[in-house]
């Protein structure tokens, strides 16, 4: 089992362009969900989805980010336009319902 | 007031010592409780589940007290490798596997 896959580990932007990450979940995971990590906030839920289907996105901080999962294999998380007050780590975890998460290395995005 | 709260410490304690966490939840319906841990520039990982009964894995004992919405977390006999932040984490009650994080609590374990 290769976990969950993130890509990319770092991601350094200009303020203004448009960051996609990326997330694999474990097969046969039917919740994903993308978190953000920073110092001053901890981790913060953004959003997550059931069986592909989002089921809440009340944490995504703005219309700026969107997330989508277009199959049970594949989701992206998308900042446009990105801004210096966005860089975090941005985990990706997946969840065999019941379970504690299992989480992804993170993305490092650096927004300058 | 957070939905999950935990002390930040830092706790330094020597190998050897016996150490404590706690963490206090917000919402009485949370039915799933565990304890991760996450080293510097890492990913959290789970260390154990949390349930009712209490329950212990080698020199971890995680206990739970509904009536207090109260959770704790023992450490025997600590390593220099237990040294990392300690996150409780509770659901958000009303299904879909929704996990809340505290800020977490870190811990410094010297020689």
């Known amino acids: 089992d290769a976990g969950v896959i993130q890509s990319p580990r770092h991601e350094v932007t200009e303020m203004g362009q448009e960051v996609t990450l990326r997330c694999k979940p474990i097969?046969?995971?039917?919740?994903l969900f993308w978190y953000r990590q920073t110092m001053m906030r901890g981790l913060e839920l953004l959003i997550y989805f059931n069986n592909n289907v989002p089921i809440d996105d009340s944490g995504m901080p703005e219309d700026r980010f969107s997330a989508k999962m277009p199959n049970a294999s594949f989701s992206t998380l998308k900042i446009q336009p990105s801004e210096p007050r966005d860089s975090a780590v941005y985990f990706c975890?997946?969840?065999?319902?019941?379970?504690?998460?299992?989480f992804g290395s993170g993305t490092r995005l650096t927004v300058v | 007031r957070k939905e999950v709260e935990q002390d930040p410490g830092p706790f330094n304690v020597p190998e050897g010592a016996t150490v404590a966490f706690n963490c206090t939840y917000s919402?009485?319906?949370?039915?799933?409780f565990f304890w991760y841990r996450q080293d510097c520039r890492k990913e959290p990982k789970l260390l154990m589940s949390v349930y009712s009964s209490g329950n212990e894995d080698g020199r971890f004992t995680a206990q739970l007290n509904r009536a207090s919405q109260y959770i704790s977390l023992l450490i025997r006999d600590s390593k220099l490798s237990d040294s990392a932040t300690y996150l409780c984490v509770v659901d958000r009650a009303g299904g879909y596997n929704k996990l809340i994080f505290g800020a977490g609590t870190r811990l410094a374990v010297h020689p």
């Open positions: 975890a997946s969840r065999p319902g019941g379970h504690g998460y299992t």
């Open positions: 919402n009485s319906a949370s039915q799933s």
């Open positions: 097969s046969g995971h039917n919740s």
